[in-house]
């Protein structure tokens, strides 16, 4: 009981604070100023930390696949929510097709990306010195010979160094997917108010989607800080946001058709707009009769 207790409250919570009308407003204006002054954390922390590696496990585990946690923690939320709702199998595969966009966009960036740095980029091949090795000096640049028709991944992959045009899919990737859960777990709150049923695996689901979004946030920090890379992350960043806002803010707000899935919640919150309706209705009819 105690442990249901503390979910409960911790879960009401959240949905309050992510169901908030200022907290959507404004959330992607944090992101922004996090991609704009987070590279400026660079001068203050330490790169001995254990975040200032690549391997750490964080990196390795959750930022690696990223899409894919996304898509599990996100995408069980939303069929568990909208099923119990309606108990409609194709309601709720509706709400899940706004992940198939999202995915099928963050692949369709992904190939272009790699595209654009293929056309752009060129490979280098560090140089031995002789001469140094021999008079027992080093220079303090390497020489590099440039290789023409390799590809970054080739490039990389035989131990040379790759220069080129890039823009950071880390990123594109981390506002994007934070968005998209602030967006998808914003309707929890609304539903709690409306007293639909909120049992302990639907707030569990709900809590580990929270701690994804945090987790994603921390993420971007630590990229930030510690490795700095401004306009290649920035233009990741304001990619990751653009693609948001087509979405979420154009294209779904066109309501639910068989060329567009809708927006978050249409469809399972519709009790609330008819009890605003009324509620209006009463209102104009009672203020016509005081008249």
Same mark, same amino acid.
């Given at each position: ?97 706004? #992940?198939?966009?999202?995915?099928? *966009?963050? $692949?369709?960036?992904?190939? &272009? %990306? /790699? =595209? !654009? ?89 709900? #809590?580990?989607?929270?701690?994804? *979004?945090? $987790?994603?946030?921390?993420? &971007? %920090? /630590? =990229? !930030? ?67």
């Amino acid at each position: 009981m105690f442990l249901n207790f503390i979910l409960v409250v911790i879960t009401d919570l959240a949905a309050g604070l992510l169901g908030n009308a200022s907290f959507r407003r404004h959330f992607h204006l944090l992101l922004s100023a996090l991609l704009l002054f987070g590279p400026l954390l660079s001068l203050w922390v330490s790169h001995y930390s254990v975040f200032a590696k690549k391997t750490h496990f964080l990196y390795r585990v959750f930022l690696r696949s990223g899409w894919g946690w996304t898509c599990i923690f996100v995408g069980s939320f939303v069929f568990v929510l909208s099923f119990s709702v309606r108990r409609s199998l194709t309601l709720s595969l509706r709400h899940l097709s706004r #992940l198939a966009v999202a995915g099928g *966009l963050w $692949l369709g960036f992904r190939k &272009l %990306l /790699c =595209l !654009l740095e293929n056309a752009t980029g060129s490979c280098y091949e560090p140089l031995s010195s002789n001469l140094d090795l021999a008079s027992g000096t080093s220079g303090d640049q390497p020489l590099l010979l440039l290789r023409e028709g390799e590809t970054k991944e080739a490039c990389v992959r035989s131990g040379m160094l790759w220069r080129g045009y890039e823009v950071s899919e880390d990123a594109l990737l981390l506002c994007l997917c934070c968005l998209l859960l602030a967006e998808e777990t914003a309707v929890f709150g609304p539903y709690l108010s409306l007293g639909g049923p909120s049992g302990a695996p639907l707030r569990i689901l709900f #809590l580990f989607c929270v701690l994804l *979004l945090s $987790l994603w946030v921390f993420l &971007l %920090l /630590c =990229l !930030l800080a510690y490795f700095p890379q401004f306009p290649t992350q920035l233009l990741g960043g304001a990619l990751g946001c653009l693609s948001w806002r087509a979405l979420y803010q154009g294209w779904y707000r066109l309501g639910p058709s068989w060329y567009c899935p809708g927006r978050p919640g249409v469809g399972l919150l519709s009790t609330q707009s008819k009890q605003e309706e009324t509620s209006e209705t009463l209102c104009e009819s009672n203020a016509k009769e005081i008249n």
